[in-house]
């Protein structure tokens, strides 16, 4: 059996998990900041008694009978009145009160976080946010995420979302390129969410891909896209003005509405730092505030920011206890 035991003056053993649609992988934190992965498996996105069935033996396998609380970090909308969630990528869980299903099952305390508030959590307390007292954390990944952290804690709300501006905040229907008059209309894109032009349409990497085919009518990869760029490639030189405007607008209005001193940015276009340079020059140009120094910056949790944002829920849930 998995030894849970902590020893005087140490920090007491956390278990964590994030989900995704490809993967559960379950980790293990014995001190703040840190979390070691022990195992990684695929996620059963369409079978729920698979889903559950893993979670048992991964619990099993690594955390033992002790009964030790396990924090979960997925992606979804989690109600706080009822504890439904809505999992697009994960099916099988949709509609279902997750986590007093699974604390049933698995015979110990669940607690069930959005795996953006954690990845932000992660960074406001002990990544590129530490030290700021209000932080917007974006994520840039194939489509726009973000949660906000006020004090070390991430705000709910009574939806149970805030900092979602994929969603809502609409983008500009048109890019001046030259700053010389000559406007460009570009057309807003239906979203996924049922809206129109959200920012989630052209903010991602897909988004970015779908702004390239409207203004340059050839189908790109990000990755390629992206590269163009950099080596100042005219077509992709275009796109890129025109989705770091379109980007920067909501964003900076994001910053005047919550009084973040900080945007740690996430996902896979957070590993294109002259991207992230230029859009924090973009977003500086257009907030109310006038930043010195940079705002907009890398975040430092590419990969295990949802287990280590998960391990802060759980000692943060400690702390609040009797």
Do not use: Y
Request: proline share 5%.
């Amino acid at each position: 059996m998995p030894d849970t035991s902590v020893e005087q003056g140490q920090h007491p053993r956390v278990f964590v998990a994030d989900i995704g649609g490809s993967s559960i992988r379950l980790g293990v934190s014995d001190a703040p900041g840190s979390v070691r992965l022990v195992e990684s498996v695929p996620t059963p996105v369409d079978n729920w008694e698979a889903f559950g069935a893993t979670l048992e033996a991964l619990a099993a396998r690594h955390i033992g009978e002790t009964g030790s609380p396990l924090v979960i970090s997925m992606a979804g909308a989690i109600d706080p009145a009822s504890g439904v969630i809505c999992a697009s990528n994960v099916p099988c869980v949709s509609g279902r009160v997750l986590g007093a299903e699974l604390s049933s099952r698995l015979r110990r305390r669940i607690r069930m976080a959005n795996d953006a508030a954690c990845l932000a959590l992660a960074e406001a307390v002990e990544g590129a946010g530490a030290g700021h007292d209000v932080v917007f954390c974006v994520v840039l990944g194939s489509g726009v995420g973000g949660a906000l952290v006020v004090g070390g804690r991430v705000v709910g709300g009574a939806s149970g979302i805030a900092g979602e501006w994929g969603h809502g905040l609409p983008v500009g229907t048109s890019v001046e390129f030259d700053g010389m008059g000559h406007v460009q209309p570009v057309s807003a894109l239906r979203c996924g969410c049922g809206r129109l032009g959200c920012v989630d349409t052209i903010g991602g990497a897909r988004g970015l891909e779908r702004l390239n085919t409207l203004l340059n009518d050839e189908q790109k990869d990000s990755h390629t896209l992206l590269d163009d760029w950099q080596r100042g490639g005219e077509r992709a030189r275009r796109t890129v003005s025109a989705w770091l405007a379109l980007v920067s607008e909501p964003l900076a209005a994001v910053i005047n509405i919550t009084g973040a001193s900080v945007v740690p940015v996430c996902g896979g276009l957070a590993d294109v730092a002259p991207l992230i340079d230029a859009l924090d020059a973009a977003v500086r140009k257009r907030t109310l505030r006038e930043f010195r120094e940079r705002v907009v910056v890398p975040g430092v949790f590419r990969r295990d920011g949802g287990l280590i944002g998960a391990a802060i829920v759980a000692r943060q849930d400690d702390a609040r206890e009797p």
